[in-house]
């Protein structure tokens, strides 16, 4: 099912307004003003809704009809769910208008609806003619009302945010874009209370809405590589959320498809690699040849990583390989005569740099430097034993290669 908001040809769906009011002339005097709502299923217009929002955070569900061969299916009761969510954002109470008939009533009550005031003789003053609903007469003007945030469950925010929080959090987003994240989610929704603490592998969060609806839930969080595109989408998914545009269930379907985002073909990134590895090496002092030795290595070394990624290695086999790769291969290139290369240094150094964790050591900087301690220690320890893994293949193949020719050429 899907629900769409027109905004252009309303009149369109004058067929099944009529349904609910039976008078052109009284659907026209707030179908141009008010918010058409339709919901779909399997292609089908089944459900059109209408709401006009009134004053003083405020909005009154003028219409709601079904077609008949698919009422009592819980189109109505989805619609209305949804409206209520959609404008929880804008509105803290939502009233409907509607005849004495104890079915619909019912059906509104059923909603989470209760009663607010009656207009009496509306029907009869407004209406052409005699207006008969189950049997029943209608003349007065039932209204009820419904307090928006009754809508929310706080374990499908909660679980939401939390969900958000984790995306963010793998893809290498900093501690503080996660909480803010998690809570400016949970306030668009109303929950009243909310105390998140996250560290750089695990969120707790415990959220409270009223005084007996109290929800906690504690997330593990491996850490991982960054994709920084995934965290920008997420940001401006939290956007929508908090400026109303989007609600629960439709921000889960956001979610499901921003963690799909796959990331940049494998020949870009061993590309990148090379291209990096060549620009820093030169900067770090390499000739010509040695970066282009070094844009080489590069590849290769990534070629391997993403080998690595795809079969699940550990952290510490591919970066004590890499490091072995990128040694063995800067020595191969000095012992090819037609090359033209003296130095170790440069290529060694300008290759690593595919494999050094960056953004995680920058993020570890800002955690420490925001007080937050603890995530911030363990990013920088993470970061730390990687350089550790990486220096281990390095001198190890460079003592090796010592111990058989008796020197090391740098």
């Not at 061969?69 to 009233?95: A, P, T």
């Not at 560290?199 to 109290?214: C, D, L, Q, Y």
């Not at 889960?252 to 090496?281: C, D, H, M, N, T």
């Not at 070629?303 to 040694?327: D, E, H, Q």
Request: net charge negative.
């Amino acid at each position: 099912m899907e629900i769409q908001q027109i905004t252009e040809g309303k009149r369109d769906y004058m067929d099944m307004l009529l349904l609910a009011d039976p008078q052109e002339d009284m659907i026209m005097k707030y179908l141009d003003q008010g918010d058409l709502f339709v919901l779909y299923d399997q292609g089908q217009a089944v459900t059109v809704a209408v709401v006009v929002l009134l004053n003083h955070r405020k909005c009154e569900l003028k219409n709601i009809a079904t077609m008949p061969e698919v009422q009592r299916k819980g189109y109505g009761r989805y619609m209305i769910h949804f409206l209520c969510e959609h404008y929880s954002n804008r509105c803290d109470l939502m009233y409907v208008g509607t005849g004495n008939s104890e079915a619909t009533l019912g059906f509104y009550r059923e909603c989470g609806f209760v009663n607010s005031h009656i207009v009496a003789g509306f029907f009869t003053d407004n209406y052409r003619e005699t207006i008969y609903e189950d049997g029943v007469r209608l003349v007065d003007m039932v209204y009820l009302k419904k307090r928006l945030d009754s809508e929310i469950d706080v374990k499908k925010v909660v679980d939401l945010a939390v969900e958000a929080g984790q995306v963010l959090l793998k893809n290498g987003a900093e501690i503080f874009r996660v909480e803010e994240t998690m809570t400016r989610i949970c306030k668009r929704f109303h929950v009243d209370y909310v105390d998140t603490f996250i560290i750089s592998h695990a969120i707790f969060i415990t959220a409270e809405k009223g005084m007996n609806e109290v929800y906690t839930k504690v997330k593990h969080v491996p850490l991982s590589g960054a994709h920084l595109g995934i965290v920008a989408e997420v940001n401006e998914l939290s956007r929508e959320i908090s400026a109303g545009h989007i609600g629960i269930d439709a921000a889960w379907e956001r979610l499901r498809e921003i963690e799909k985002i796959p990331g940049k073909r494998g020949a870009y990134q061993v590309f990148a690699a090379g291209v990096g590895s060549a620009a820093f090496g030169y900067l770090l002092g390499a000739n010509l040849q040695e970066s282009l030795a070094a844009f080489f290595i590069g590849c290769l070394l990534y070629v391997w990583v993403l080998f690595g990624k795809r079969m699940n290695m550990s952290k510490i086999i591919v970066n004590m390989v890499g490091g072995a790769l990128i040694t063995a291969l800067a020595i191969l290139a000095v012992h090819i005569p037609f090359l033209g290369i003296s130095r170790l240094d440069g290529m060694i150094i300008g290759a690593i740099m595919p494999l050094v964790p960056g953004l995680a050591f920058t993020n570890a900087i800002r955690e420490i430097a925001d007080s937050d301690f603890l995530s911030g220690t363990v990013r920088m320890i993470d970061a730390l034993l990687v350089f550790v893994y990486i220096a281990v293949g390095v001198g190890t193949t460079l003592s090796i290669y010592n111990s058989f020719t008796g020197g090391v050429m740098i």
